[in-house]
């Protein structure tokens, strides 16, 4: 297969922008591994939160007009009637002149319209000096305070987060429907990789980067991902564990095997699918050129440089926001932000080039200023915090420029 004409990074990111999101099916999960999932259908309240009346604090359950004219050199005396804790059913109700202990949380009981603070009050055994007015429904929590029974709590495609789990737990919510994740195959290609259960490293391999990074990667994007293993540079090999994946999965992404060189048979491995469209190979970008991305029917292709910067680098500027549109998490614009450039950076002019950058205080500012190292050295992700993205007819970015860096999440 030879090279199609190399596209702008735009152009890519408009083919991508073109495809449609996966099929949305739904699956039904229970709330203890709802993190991270996306809510498919509009959740309504089971219950009133809370479902009964409680105190907001540590006090005395009153009626309110008992207290009226109370002043710290009038004490009004009430009579203590029942403790109640929280977890507490009250069994006995207020009358005029009684008052019950509730801890904070506690059911109030029958009668009652107020709390007093336990600072404002002295006590004697069964009697409670109380030194201070109160107006109905002080340090009173209402049936329905929080959430109203069958009032719409959460919506269809909201993230589930720490919060959203605690509104659905506080209303009884204990099975949720959500948005299936769309699945991802990951896999390795070259004969020099070996994985970390090899001790003694050889002379001419390298232990597999990218499986490990990648995969993680993936996986912040919302998606489920099974990583295949790594694949030798043998085409019946390649093309088996391929097969598997089109058969198992939505979206391939293959890390190695993107080139013209001999050993790459990512392509040769492509073109003998009859229903296959390259749509991209090779795109103006730095690092990172020579990545494929195919489509078979339904199911989409990926091959990025063997590089890890350089297959990171891709992952970041393409796949991370198409995977986060197919599975509803949020876009990475969130994860952004424009800073002053610290120190002069330079880029070659023809390609967009996607500059690993640090983040160090000078005069007093938190600026941003390149790494240093190349594509083919891991160091260089582990040193930067993010990138910024420099034009395909740039050749300079001045030191005091604003840019904006998007950061490794």
């Known amino acids: 297969m030879k090279f199609l004409r190399t596209i702008k990074v735009e152009e890519f990111k408009e083919i991508l922008d073109s495809i449609s ?15 991270n999932r996306i809510i498919s259908r509009n959740i309504k309240s089971k219950i009133d939160v809370p479902h009964f009346r409680k105190s907001r604090m540590d006090g005395f359950a009153v009626i309110a007009e008992d207290t009226f004219g109370a002043e710290e050199d009038n004490f009004i005396k009430l009579e203590l009637i029942e403790t109640i804790r929280a977890g507490d059913i009250p069994k006995k109700k207020i009358n005029k002149g009684q008052c ?10 029958e009668n009652a319209n107020a709390v007093i603070m336990v600072e404002f009050t002295e006590s004697d055994g069964n009697t409670i000096s109380i030194s201070k007015a109160l107006t109905p429904g002080t340090h009173v929590v209402n049936i329905g ?23 659905l737990a506080s209303s009884g919510i204990s099975n949720i429907w959500v948005f299936k994740r769309p699945k991802v195959s990951l896999l390795s290609t070259g004969n020099e ?16 980067v990218n499986s490990v990074v990648l995969k993680k990667a993936i996986e912040n994007t919302g998606v489920d991902v099974k990583f295949l293993g790594i694949v030798k540079d043998n085409y019946e090999e390649l093309k088996s564990v391929v097969n598997k994946a089109l058969e198992n999965s939505d979206i391939i992404i293959v890390s190695g095997g ?18 296959i469209e390259i749509l991209i190979h090779g795109v103006k970008i730095k690092p990172g050129k020579p990545i494929i991305f195919a489509k078979i029917k339904e199911k989409l292709i990926f091959i990025l440089p063997g590089y890890p910067t350089s297959a990171l680098s891709c992952f970041y500027v393409f ?16 994860f ?16 967009n080039e996607f500059k690993a950058v640090k983040i160090q205080e000078k005069d007093g500012e938190q600026m941003i200023f390149p790494v240093k190292t190349g594509s083919e050295a891991i160091s260089t992700m582990f040193y930067a915090d993010g990138y910024v993205e420099i034009g395909e007819l740039e050749s300079i970015i001045e030191r005091g420029d604003k840019r904006r860096i998007y950061f490794f999440q």
């Open 258 to 275: 993107t080139s013209k060189g001999e050993g790459d048979l990512g392509p040769q491995v492509l073109e003998e699918y009859e229903d």
């Open 336 to 351: 952004s932000k424009v800073m002053t450039v610290g120190e002069r950076i330079y880029s070659t002019v023809g390609r």
């Open 21 to 35: 999101s996966l099929k949305n099916e739904e699956e039904l999960i229970n709330i203890h591994e709802c993190y």
């Open 145 to 167: 305070h929080d959430i109203k029974k069958d009032d719409t709590i959460i919506k269809e495609g909201t993230l589930i987060n720490l919060a959203t789990i605690g509104i």
């Open 319 to 334: 796949i991370e926001n198409f995977l986060r549109k197919m599975s509803g998490f949020p876009l990475k614009d969130k």
């Open 100 to 109: 019950s202990y509730v801890a904070t949380g506690a059911a109030i009981p």
């Open 193 to 208: 990789l070996v994985t970390h259960d090899i001790k003694n490293l050889e002379i001419g391999k390298i232990y597999d």
